[in-house]
């Protein structure tokens, strides 16, 4: 044994499940009325803010700025694409996604000063104000009422959510790939060192400070790229579109579903979509049901969903040794 | 090799550490003894830049390494472990051993290291070399969190010693562990010197202390007191008044 075959099986476990979720959308897709690719889109956009929030937890911080960074790439995309500027739409959303991660490159000399509750308290604060940032300048982001006639890349059409379905899926193939395999990288090692023990880290030589720093900016260029994503698709982008609401359904997938692996997040995510689906009669029970579950699984499965499915593979492999 | 210069910290009213003098030499256990809450765990953090000193300096090789962040100075190469023992807990002996290897090696944004990790590494070899070293290659694949305490010890050593130091600091590495456990430990940490490493060496048990170090420093109130061989420790009634009030050495020990 050279205690290399565990984190090589887990990379190939989160490809695999990565490559299930896409190919299990793209089949419901092609199923499905067309009423649900719309869902199916914001499914998606979801499951690449998800994996990018899990890839800032993985350094022990749970930050609550994720879904206003994720603004800062839809204004890009909003700014950026409309006249005088008019970018290719997709550029944009690139220059999106680089946006984000300088924002996030700022925010963190204050932000990563602080550690778990007072982390989660003061990356709401930034959250709050770059939310602010999007009200007051008006000039540019349209205010309350935001900004309004963005384009989808030309070569997708303004109608159908189909094609820009596989467009989303195209990206979020490509971003969560290169997350798995960094979470198998060194630098992905060192920062979940970090996040277990960061005195010990730091005794040892390991930048605690770059490492963190590097997990929460590219965990917020993935952030940036779906806002722009989501931008585009919707057409419209107005401060509300990343409050509290979006933030909670982001914290409760990686809670729901564990976030030792790349794959629990997104499982927690789909569990909470379904139930959202389900409930769509009654959407007010929605946020209820949500929060309700997140204090089950605190209570009954601190490791989320993944850890459960683990007991039970355990138990299977026991029995079949037995 | 490490040196140490007038190193003072106060923490608001307290001085815990108040113009330490010390000399580590290259090869040697440095032994530095004191009553508990005399400043030895302060002086460790101060050296291994876990605190910055409020005066004084520390040298290694003559360069100054005072006041720089922790992970800098075990760059440099002094690296410590814990009196509250701390290891990776979630990962197994080989990778929490593996992390100290590769923790000098590159920055965090070289795009390079953000590549699947390959088993074949020098820092996977360096890890089973680190634990065969401290007696726990047969254990590489179990799983840390697990361990008893003696063996989670031993493995926040083998931690450290992955990190290559010149300079090896341990606070207190066998408190609180059984008599068997105890004299496994001081085994492995005589081992390391025969290896040719420079151990300062942190302890409240004064006959390991003893009979471990080449040198001792007492410390008491944050101030030397003395410095010498263990036999002229054991000889010197200051040592014997402040820190062993009435006993004498030998029963001191427990
Ligand atoms: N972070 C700190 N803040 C305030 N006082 C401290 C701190 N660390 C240590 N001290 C004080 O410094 C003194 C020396 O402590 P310490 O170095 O831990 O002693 P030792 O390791 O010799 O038992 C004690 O009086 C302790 O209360
Ligand atoms: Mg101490």
Known sequence: ?322 | MLEVRGLTKTFGSITAVDGIDMQVAAGAIHGLIGPNGSGKSTTMNLISGTYRPTAGQVLLNGAAIGGQPAFRVARMGVVRTFQLTRVYGQLSLLEAVRIGALAGNGAPWNPRLWRPFRHDHPATEAAHDALRRMGLGPHADRNAGSLPSGMRRILSIATALAASPRVLLLDEPLAGLNASEKAEVADRIQQLRQDGLTILLVEHDVRSIMRLSDRITVINFGKVIATGTPAEIGRNEAVITAYLGDRRPAHAAG
Not at chain 1, 149 to 172: E, Q, T, Y
Not at chain 1, 295 to 320: D, N
């Open chain 1, 1 to 322: 044994m050279n205690g290399g075959t565990d984190t090589r099986r887990a990379l190939r476990q989160d490809i695999g499940s990565v490559l299930a979720l896409v190919i299990g959308t793209g089949a419901l897709a092609m199923v499905s009325a067309a009423y649900v690719h719309g869902a199916l889109v914001l499914f998606v956009l979801n499951a690449i803010l998800v994996l990018s929030y899990r890839t800032i937890t993985t350094m022990g911080g749970w930050s609550f700025a994720h879904v206003a960074i994720m603004g800062v790439g839809a204004y890009a995309v909003a700014i950026l694409s409309a006249p005088p500027i008019g970018l290719p739409v997709l550029l944009c959303v690139a220059i999106g996604g680089v946006l984000a991660g300088l924002v996030a490159m700022a925010l963190s000399w204050p932000v990563l000063r602080t550690r778990q509750y007072y982390f989660f308290l003061s990356t709401f604060a930034a959250g709050e104000a770059l939310r602010q940032c999007f009200i007051q300048f008006k000039g540019l982001t349209g205010g309350t009422s935001g900004l309004a006639f963005i384009p989808r890349p030309g070569f997708i059409g303004d109608s159908a959510a189909l094609p820009f379905l596989w467009l989303a899926l195209a990206v979020f193939l490509a971003l969560a790939l290169a997350a798995v395999c960094f979470d198998a990288s060194e630098t992905g090692m060192k920062i979940r060192a970090v996040g277990e023990d960061e005195t010990l880290s730091a005794s040892l030589g390991l930048d605690a400070w770059g490492l963190r720093a590097t997990a929460f900016v590219l965990g917020s260029v993935g952030a940036g790229i779906a806002g722009g994503l989501l931008a585009s698709y919707n057409g419209i982008v107005a401060p509300n579109d990343f409050g509290a609401a979006l933030m909670f359904k982001i914290v409760a997938s990686c809670i729901v579903g564990g976030t030792r692996r790349a794959w629990g997040p997104l499982l927690g995510l789909i569990f909470l979509t379904v139930i959202e689906e389900a409930f769509r009669a009654v959407p007010v029970y929605v946020p209820l049901i949500w929060g309700g579950l997140v204090i089950v699984v605190t209570l009954y499965a601190p490791g989320g969903l993944e850890s459960l499915v683990e007991r039970v593979q355990r138990r299977f492999k026991g029995a079949a040794h037995a």
